[in-house]
């Protein structure tokens, strides 16, 4: 009924605008969490070895994070912002949860970053090594404690927990602040962004050492950058496989349409198949045209309930299965969402009859709907949809995003292990494939870092709260030529924003370190 | 301790290389841009700029979410 063209417009464009600097943050983000880290490995060697090359290594590549942390810092304000202006009704909706969490983040990270990163670039021969060993050690664990806080937040979204609902105030209230730090999904999403993270950031060293490798420059601060990297890239990789691992199971059991969906699965079953590659395409057959049959696929017997379960035989419910109705591997029956969206119009009309009950002071009329509203709330943004398929995410998109992250992360495993076994050779320069894989390698570490948030974020709609509230609930009612423009202007400030880190980096390392 | 403090930040930005101060320029000329054009002019907070109390704010969303289906 809502989702006439003016709204949808809205809905779009304010999605888009989010997506786009959420995108364009998370180009800066990634390296910063990562490149703290191997900064201050590389540090504590030449802390404990006194070894000078390792002094001008930690030099360089602070140098590069310098400049991704400046033109990075603050970028994510733009999307606080978006909250506030595009998306009121679900900063109300979410209250103090997503408050709290972002509070804590902008206290920790202006702290501890604005002091910390401070000395770690002015106090070379200011203070002692060991402070200043310190300090690297502490922007890492600021940055990195600064995402924890973010993706917590993110991370409740996607399966709300610890808070309840005040149909008074319309807000949602933290009522167990442990049980949103420490739910399932928040570890797993911390973690495997974490992770990834240091993985595009040990890509990004082992491409830029290539470089010099090519050019036949500074090649043993070349060779150490890039053994180091290998070796951190490689135990990164296999945690990001490991949490993408518990991702997955936590995927199924509290987003089971975005498990579908990755899969492009209708119809699931016990020992369901992995889809390896297949293209998803148009079926008249089929009830939807967002659903869609798969082409050309290449399967692995087996897998997907071995993914989701670790059992070979477990059940994982398809798009069909969640439209009619299912019981899921736990023995929790979800009853079709034909039967949710019902439940979900029930509270919405119980918590409007509630609210007028108790301005009436009918205390008996406010208790019994206050009853039906509290039985209903799971299903409470059910009730915002027109149809059951609205439910439905983009499936192709989402399909894609999965298989070019994992077939990425496959291949910068290879990267990292030729690369550490050739540097270990000292033969890195003379298979000039491997250097001009790695230098590859960086644009891709961002893609395969991009398509996850979109596995992530496009996999859950209609989603901004799961199940609570959907996109166009969430959105506020401005005008759409407003938020068209305001796009336009966010993207050209990013994209002058890229153009200046790219340009003031490039320089930088062609300048290189200052001695081997 | 303070002395030692105001030393380290002023050395620091005094002895800066020219990338540097790059950078900073830029993080002035964004955070300018950011607080007083994006946030002041084009996005303010809609609840904020509409309703002054908590209160009111709340009917509004109250409102949104009992009126839209």
């Known amino acids: ?516 | 301790m303070l002395r030692k403090t105001w030393n380290l930040y002023y050395d620091g930005f005094r002895n800066m290389p020219q990338w540097g101060r790059t950078l900073w320029l830029i993080i002035i000329i964004k955070l300018c841009i950011m607080f007083l054009v994006f946030k002041l002019w084009l996005m303010p907070n809609y609840l904020n700029s509409h309703y002054n109390s908590a209160e009111e704010k709340s009917n509004h969303v109250f409102e949104e979410l009992t009126t839209k289906p």
Request: proline letters at 4%; aromatic letters at 16%; one cysteine or more.
């Open chain 1, 1 to 516: 009924m809502f989702l006439d063209l003016t709204t949808t417009t809205l809905v779009e464009w304010s999605r888009w605008q989010f997506a786009m600097t959420a995108i364009y943050h998370y180009m800066f983000v990634p390296l910063t969490l990562g490149l703290a880290l191997m900064l201050a490995i590389m540090e504590t060697i030449w802390v404990k070895t006194g070894d000078q090359s390792w002094l001008n290594a930690t030099k360089f590549w602070m140098k590069l994070f310098g400049i991704n942390f400046a033109i990075g810092v603050a970028t994510g304000l733009i999307l606080e912002f978006q909250f506030g202006t595009n998306w009121s009704n679900y900063s109300w909706f979410v209250g103090d949860i997503f408050g709290a969490p972002l509070a804590i983040e902008g206290i920790i990270a202006f702290f501890l970053e604005s002091t910390f990163v401070a000395v770690m670039f002015f106090g070379w021969n200011k203070v002692s090594k060991r402070f200043h060993l310190i300090s690297t050690w502490m922007v890492f664990v600021g940055a990195n404690i600064s995402a924890l806080w973010i993706l917590v937040a993110n991370a409740w979204m996607q399966n709300p927990v610890g808070m309840e609902f005040n149909p008074l105030t319309a807000r949602n209230e933290m009522d167990d602040f442990w049980a949103i730090l420490f739910s399932p999904t928040a570890i797993s999403k911390f973690t495997h962004t974490v992770t990834s993270a240091y993985t595009l950031s040990a890509c990004f060293v082992v491409g830029v050492s290539s470089w010099f490798i090519l050019k036949k420059r500074n090649l043993e601060f070349a060779r150490k950058s890039i053994m180091l990297a290998s070796v951190f890239g490689l135990i990164s990789i296999l945690l990001t496989m490991y949490t993408g691992d518990s991702s997955a199971q936590d995927v199924t059991k509290t987003q089971p349409m975005k498990f579908a969906a990755m899969e492009g699965l209708n119809e699931g079953g016990n020992g369901v198949e992995f889809t390896v590659i297949g293209i998803p395409t148009n079926d008249p057959s089929l009830p939807t045209p967002k659903m869609k049959k798969m082409e050309y696929a290449i399967h692995v017997p087996k897998m997907l309930s071995f993914l989701g379960y670790h059992d070979f035989n477990a059940y994982i419910p398809g798009i069909q299965n969640i439209l009619d109705g299912y019981t899921s591997q736990e023995g929790i029956t979800y009853p079709s969402l034909e039967q949710r969206m019902a439940n979900g119009r029930t509270a919405i009309d119980a918590l409007k009859t509630y609210k007028q009950a108790v301005k009436d002071e009918n205390h008996t009329l406010a208790d019994s709907t206050l009853q039906v509203f509290k039985d209903n709330y799971s299903d409470f943004g059910y009730g915002y949809l027109s149809s059951p398929y609205d439910a439905i995410p983009h499936v192709p998109l989402v399909f894609y995003s999965f298989r070019i992250m994992v077939g990425l992360g496959m291949l910068f495993t290879l990267l990292f292990i030729l690369a550490l076994w050739y540097a270990k050779k000292r033969k890195f320069e003379k298979f000039k494939l491997i250097p001009y894989l790695a230098l590859a390698c960086v644009p891709l570490a961002y893609i395969a870092s991009q398509c996850g948030w979109i596995v992530a974020e496009v996999g859950r709609q209609p989603w901004v709260v799961q199940d609570l509230m959907p996109t166009n609930v969430a959105v506020t009612k401005i005008a759409s030529n407003w938020v068209i423009t305001t796009f336009w202007m966010f993207a050209i400030l990013f994209t002058i924003l890229l153009i200046a880190e790219l340009k003031i980096m490039f320089h930088q390392i062609k300048k290189g370190p200052e001695k081997d």
